[in-house]
């Protein structure tokens, strides 16, 4: 190829941005330095958003210098910690709101799935406050059929679970036939209880 070729004229060479920026940087601001300053450093504490500008090896040197809580004691310097924890915002206490007022109890006016855990009872007072503890526990609607395993063991619908195991053993010694003389004929009220008791069990009532 010829030296004068016209593809020659057609080559474009890389621009080194490095050295542009290098031109265009300002001069580092360690005394005595004439190196650009293309590393940038923090100033100090209450100037956050300042940097100083320091070539490669005046910005490493001023780093291991560096102490943000330079002239602080160490009872402000736990402080600043502490409150770093939550971001420097404030806080109160559980239960209080910002000025020092209890906070106000929102749970008669609830709906959704709050207002469903207050019928059901709140026995850890998460969702009421003393009223709340204080009132009775909601009786539970019983089903055709338990309601009929209750009359059938002769209890009525708000009988405890001792009660309904109570009546059952007394029902069971009644009308067994090793219990009755051998007396078949209560065998069919015998498999009512027998029913009627299994039926609350698996209904979680006793």
Same mark, same amino acid.
């Given at each position: 190829?010829?030296?004068?070729?016209?593809?020659?004229?057609?080559?474009?060479?890389?621009?080194?941005?490095?050295?542009?920026?290098?031109?265009?940087?300002?001069?580092?601001?360690?005394?005595?330095?004439?190196?650009?300053?293309?590393?940038?450093?923090?100033?100090?504490?209450?100037?956050?958003?300042?940097?100083?500008?320091?070539?490669?090896?005046?910005?490493?040197?001023?780093?291991?210098?560096?102490?943000?809580?330079?002239?602080?004691?160490?009872?402000?310097?736990?402080?600043?910690?502490?409150?770093?924890?939550?971001?420097?915002?404030?806080?109160?206490?559980?239960?209080?709101?910002?000025?020092?007022?209890?906070?106000?109890?929102?749970?008669?006016?609830?709906?959704?799935?709050?207002?469903?855990? !207050?019928?059901?009872? +709140?026995?850890?007072?998460?969702?009421? #406050?003393? *009223? /709340? $503890?204080? @009132?009775?526990?909601?009786?539970?609607?019983?089903?055709?059929?338990?309601?009929?395993?209750?009359?059938?063991?002769?209890?009525?619908?708000?009988?405890?679970?001792?009660?309904?195991?109570?009546?059952?053993?007394?029902?069971?010694? !009644?009308?067994?036939? +090793?219990?009755?003389?051998?007396?078949? #004929?209560? *065998? /069919? $009220?015998? @498999?009512?209880?027998?029913?009627?008791?299994?039926?609350?069990?698996?209904?979680?009532?006793?």
């Amino acid at each position: 190829m010829k030296l004068n070729s016209k593809y020659f004229e057609k080559i474009r060479i890389r621009p080194d941005r490095q050295a542009d920026a290098k031109t265009e940087a300002p001069r580092c601001q360690w005394d005595g330095c004439g190196e650009p300053g293309l590393h940038r450093a923090p100033v100090g504490r209450h100037k956050e958003g300042e940097y100083f500008r320091f070539c490669f090896e005046h910005v490493r040197e001023y780093n291991k210098n560096y102490n943000y809580f330079s002239g602080l004691k160490d009872t402000e310097i736990a402080r600043f910690q502490k409150e770093a924890l939550t971001g420097h915002r404030p806080t109160w206490k559980i239960g209080s709101s910002g000025t020092g007022q209890a906070a106000a109890d929102f749970a008669p006016y609830r709906s959704g799935h709050a207002a469903y855990y !207050r019928r059901l009872g +709140d026995p850890f007072n998460l969702f009421g #406050g003393a *009223e /709340a $503890r204080a @009132r009775a526990p909601v009786e539970k609607r019983l089903k055709p059929l338990e309601a009929k395993a209750l009359e059938t063991l002769g209890l009525a619908a708000n009988a405890t679970g001792a009660d309904i195991k109570a009546r059952y053993k007394t029902l069971v010694k !009644r009308h067994h036939p +090793d219990a009755n003389g051998g007396d078949r #004929g209560s *065998e /069919a $009220r015998l @498999r009512d209880v027998l029913q009627a008791y299994r039926l609350l069990k698996q209904a979680g009532f006793c």
